[in-house]
């Protein structure tokens, strides 16, 4: 079962058991959190490496990249989720979880989404607006541990936090198979993904700074 810690993500998968199972396998195979993490990292690299590799291809080769990269995702979240699950249910906490629980989850997001960036290049700015909608991914998570290090809740909330900003992402990466369909330039629909990325943490950051600094303001 699941800890209850509010100052973990909230991820109802946590008590299935098809995740307790793998969680336990992963522990009896003698893999620790850390190891897990920086699996997430290698993941998303990959991902990224698929969709660079997707701008170098044919339309008819094109597909297989973008479907391998899009499959990196929650393969990426997987990881996310079963570090902690290691850590705090399989009590093999270390004095550096908190370090590999945080960069990898920062490179990840940047890989993935610059990566993205990079397969919209064929339309005008998407590779600035993958570098952007990653600085803003990183931005989330800033605020929410700088509430944390000012003594106040985690902020897990917003119209984008990182489970919904993934699944959006691997959307815009499937349907950007369909480009050529419609006769659009590659990288149509990620382009428009990375928008709607790109405003969604926006909010995001503006909606965790306003509850941090309400919670400050109460504490007085």
């Known amino acids: 079962m699941a800890t209850t810690d509010p100052l973990r993500r909230p991820i109802p998968q946590r008590s299935a058991g098809w995740a307790t199972a793998i969680a336990g396998a992963l522990q009896r195979a003698g893999l620790r959190p850390n190891h897990i993490s920086v699996a997430s990292v290698l993941v998303s690299l990959v991902g990224c490496g698929c969709l660079v590799v997707s701008v170098h291809a044919d339309d008819a080769a094109r597909a297989l990249p973008l479907v391998l990269a899009a499959l990196c995702i929650p393969l990426r979240l997987l990881c996310n989720m079963f570090d902690g699950m290691l850590a705090v249910e399989g009590g093999l906490r270390t004095p550096t ?40 991914a990183v931005l989330t998570a800033y605020v929410r541990t700088l509430g944390v290090s000012a003594g106040c809740a985690q902020q897990f909330g917003g119209v984008l936090p990182k489970q919904r900003r993934m699944w959006l992402l691997m959307a815009g990466i499937l349907l950007s198979v369909t480009d050529p369909w419609w006769g659009w330039p590659r990288g149509t629909v990620l382009w428009v993904t990375l928008v709607l990325v790109v405003l969604g943490c926006a909010l995001t950051v503006a909606t965790r700074l306003r509850a941090v600094a309400r919670e400050l303001r109460e504490k007085g």
């Open 97 to 136: 979880g908190e370090l590999y629980n945080e960069v990898p989850d920062r490179i990840s997001d940047l890989a993935l989404l610059a990566g993205a960036g990079w397969a919209a290049s064929s339309v005008a700015g998407g590779a600035a607006l993958g570098w952007l909608a990653g600085s803003l």
